[in-house]
């Protein structure tokens, strides 16, 4: 410690929103906000900030008011705004950020709101689901001066970290090629999601995660996107919904290599498969291979009458895990929940962690953080928005299309000769 550091004994408060009140909302947002607005998170710039749960916006209101019943003090006593008009009326009251955890397609709409309205926003991934859409928000933000950030937990999980510190220490030299993979069991798109599955599917859901992952580790530039899958068990055979999805992405480096990467995604895994999901990555460098495994690093436990549906037989403690620490204090953490801290502790960083006056560099350095930023986040939304118009081509009869990231934009290419169609005008 040096003579000149200083340490923050300031108290402050930042009076969190929430969009959206179901299963991200219970596993994460949930046990941050009980704990962030009880004993708040410490920094020296800024001292102590408390970041209780102050209003909340969902379509019916029943899972906040079940909350509301089930907190039993846990929760500070939010307000609850349900349809029409719920993210409006959250906007009219004093809340400084606002996290949103909706369906995918409907983030923009709220994200928007939230940024016009002056608030600091955090949205789930995807972000949303076109360049256009990124634009906006971006735009806004800036005009009003707040931070707009995506949660993208997976590149808090200590293995992913680890890869990209071998990859930035340079012991893992170029990367080849890649593979990952993330299957979700059947109750979570016929049950959890079944209200708004309907045209979606599960590459958009969570190969986002690996897309980020790819982009943020390595670099690179993105040249082309190609997707297949499968329908016939969440939906109709020849319709718009998806049970599994396979992404391909071409990144080609500033010494003019390439490398592929294969993304594949299911969300109708057999319920009664051991684990919560099954998720597994392989990349291959010119000096090198990675493997991770979710499963396999974990542990198995068996409980008769309870796994391995009930309770799954592995689990991941490192995403989320509720636990009685040895000082018998019951807790609940992991990298699903530290991945929300680090939002609020940017915000804190921002508002108050240094003179009125500096807040504007404070804001710009926040803004730099590729790995959470809307900024940073144009090339996995190109990808994303290249899925969803190869997947919408493929569902009306024409499969095979591919998508190349071009000078002139974001262009879709059909497997035949034909007219291409630009998706997004600009760069990407």
Known sequence: MTASATFSTDQHVLRAGMVG?????????????????????????FGVCQAPLTAVASRTGGRAEAYRRAAAGK????????????????????????????????????????????????????????????????????EHGVLAKVVYHKLLDPDHKKLRTLVADGDLRHVNHGYCSLLEPKSISGGQFAEWIVGRNPGTYVAVHYIKLIDFTFGGRLKSVACTGQRGLVGPADGPTWDSTQLRLIYQYDDGREAAFDIHTSWVTPDNFPGYVEQEVQFRFDNGVWNGHSRKRGV???IEG???LAR?????????GTFLEPWGERSQRGYGIEVLERFVREVATVE??????????RL??????????LSADRQTVAAVQAMEAI?????????????ELRREGLVLLPPSVGETEVLYRGAC
Not at 21 to 45: C, H, K, L, N, V
Not at 391 to 403: D, E, T
């Open 75 to 142: 929760a500070g006593d939010f307000q609850s705004f349900r349809e029409p008009d719920s993210i409006g009326q959250l906007l009219k009251t004093d809340v400084d950020l606002v996290c949103v955890a909706t369906p995918d397609d409907r983030h923009f709409a709220a994200a928007k709101a939230v940024l016009a309205s002056g608030k600091h926003l955090l949205v789930e991934k995807p972000s949303v689901l076109s360049l256009a859409e990124l634009d906006e928000l971006d735009r806004l933000a800036r």
């Open 300 to 302: 198995e436990c068996t």
């Open 391 to 403: 997947l919408a081509r493929h569902a009306v009869g024409q499969p095979n299309c591919i998508v």
């Open 21 to 45: 009140m179901g299963m991200i909302f219970d596993e994460t947002y949930r046990p941050f906000f009980e704990q962030a607005g009880a004993a708040g998170i410490y920094d020296p710039s």
């Open 364 to 373: 710009q350095r926040a803004r730099e953080l590729s790995y959470n930023d």
């Open 312 to 320: 799954k037989i592995t689990m991941n403690n490192h995403y989320n």
């Open 306 to 308: 309870q796994t391995p």
């Open 352 to 361: 108050f962690g240094g003179p009125v006056g500096e807040r504007e560099q």
